[in-house]
């Protein structure tokens, strides 16, 4: 009988956690929801904002993310790429820990201290300023890891098989890479960008003050000027949370950001969820 | 075909994104190690243990070392219950369909903005701490120790989830081919196996929770004290995120207050390595844990 009760206790105490977990999760993307959906319509989504983000819409915010975390993913790609090939195929096997825990600890960087880094690495010593590129070489550092561990994960699970019939046909180490290792692996870059997007979509604290302003600026007509962000909007519409209208435009534009991230990881599960290898099938 | 013999461009380039990869974290280190100097030499050990902060005068970072530290236990207390029980549930009992559900919804959870989490903060759960405990101001440690902890439940309960699901069925069996009933093999059989992946699971998470800056930044209310009595929570107060947060921008390179908070960004660096560290070194092999879902791998 007391086991029994134990039992029972037990799983209802799971149960109540899980529906907590649960409906919490829900709380938060029905308030987004919610508050986001009756500010945006295609006004809002394709003209510039007015008097400091209380009226009109988004647009150079949305396109000012996508120009920072654009060429953070064009900067991040090939460095995430080689350092990957590298690690799986050349790197001798007793460095391989030690590699993956300085990587590993490059991805717990809290990202306040990328910023305050990439300000003074990219801004004031190669003299970048206050711009969207010394933005996007910050996230490109901070996305580097989501890349670099999704690429290195595929190519390590390409089939054996596959190298074999590779060194079989007398390839070099060069060769192999290039005509397996590299094509065999697109998934694994495909699924690490998207993430690496996503997260760099979604970062405020290391470009607040390094690559953003908060208006008067439309697109960067040259690559030391700094741009407006949605991160960067919402951030400072919600530190005027008593204006009614600077508040919904907010909403309105969280709900923009957390919409394009959630596609961009969706986007990376699908084609996580999808990929099989020939030789498995 | 190669000019340079053995030396390959495609190996140069190669090597040198290796290179890259592997010293960004030491060369953040080294930067605040620097910069962080003046400071120390400046009020010595004090600018560990003083409890007052003047831009100009005097830099003490006690009151935002407090903050980081009761804040992030606060998010650990509410999250770890509510990771353990939903993790235990979608691992054991759940049908795989509906594992796979909660998980993706779990990841894309993750994924939402730190600043959208702040807006949230700010405009609904200020007001229900502020309603619900009568306080003055809804700005306090513990609404942005909430705030946290909902923002790492996704990563403690993936985390969790996975190690639950590593322990081998085999064992499940056995326990309850010996009669245990499934609480019992949870407890006696599962969890045991799986411990080591939980702790790694929360060091992971309060690895985030300490390095979170918007979300703590808007509910917080930015204020340098040290509460009295201390473990009064209710209070507004600072961490070190925030602190860097509100202060970087006017700050950026300038004297001693520049120093200050590069002192302020090497102690959270140094916790937040030391965990992370610790946290990587429990879960083991290490692969994807704490960046992407972990998918399974094959030995070559």
Redesign the interface.
Known sequence: MRRDLKEVIFFSACIITTVTAISLLFIILSAILVRGLPAINLEFLTTESKEFGQNGGILYQTMGTFILIGMAGILAFPIALGSAVYQTEYLSLSLRGTADLLVYALNAVPTIIFGLFGYMFFGVFLKLGVSWLTGSFILAIMVLPTVLVSIKEAIESIPFKYLEAGLALGLTQERLVRAVIIPQSIHGMVTGLLLGLARAAGETAAIMFTATTFSGVLLPASFREPVTSLQTHILILAQEAINPRALTNAWGAALVLVALIMLMSLGSMLIRATITHEAER | MWPLGRW?P??A??????L?????????FI??IV?SFPIFQHEGLGFLSGSEWYPGEVYGALPMIYGTGIVTFIAVSFAL??????A???SE?LSRPTRLV?K??????A??????????G???LTTAVKNTFNLIDGNSFFTAGILLS?MI??TV?TLSEDALRSVPKEYRDQALALGL????T??HAVLPGAIKGIAGAVL?GI?RA?????SVM?VIGSLDRIPQPFYNIFTTGQTI?SK??RE??EA??VGYHWNA??GL?LI??LA??GI??IG?SIVGP???R????K?K??K?
């Open positions: 390959r495609g190996v380039f190669f090597i040198s994104s290796f890259i990869s592997i010293s960004a974290t030491g060369i953040i930067f605040l910069e219950p509510l990771a353990l029980g939903s235990v549930i979608t009992v909660i993706m919804m779990m990841e894309l959870l994924g939402i903005p730190g600043v959208v989490y702040g807006l949230l700010i405009t609904l909902i439940l996704p309960m009933n499934r609480s019992e949870i407890f992971l690895g300490m390095g979170e800056t918007i808007l995120t860097l947060g970087g921008a950026l390179g908070l590069a960004g959270l660096f937040v390595m992370t560290f990587n290490l692969s994807g704490g960046i992407n879902t998918r791998q094959k070559r």
